[in-house]
């Protein structure tokens, strides 16, 4: 893979379910913390971006659980990006730190509402430039 960021994080307890494993809506909570802390390294600001009236939503997601994390377990997310027309596809996997065991997989698809209408976004392109 082609990866241009990662970023760790832990398994906190409340984060799992009864049967001790994350529960999956958590991984997405882990896919989209990393999203924001890759945009804060391309020198954008989720928060100073929606006050200029340019929100990057989520309009699609495809998303493969491998191996269940558990709490405690140090995660190891991982992003690639491509830009397919105004579509920002992100590709994330997460890893068990502990092993580089890969627990999931996500293809996240992001799009701009510029004051509310779709639209791409000059902003976002100059940031990812780089990375595409």
Known sequence: MKYIFETRMEVRDYECDIEGIVNNANYIH???HTRHLFL???GLSFAEMHQKGVDAVVARMNLRYKVPLRPDDIIVSRLW???????YVFHQDLFRASDETLCFRGE?????LVNGRLSGSEDYDRAFASYL
Do not use: D, P
């Open 81 to 87: 990006l491509e830009k397919v027309g105004i579509k």
């Open 30 to 32: 882990y896919c989209e």
């Open 40 to 42: 804060q390294q391309c």
């Open 108 to 112: 996240i698809t992001l799009v701009c």
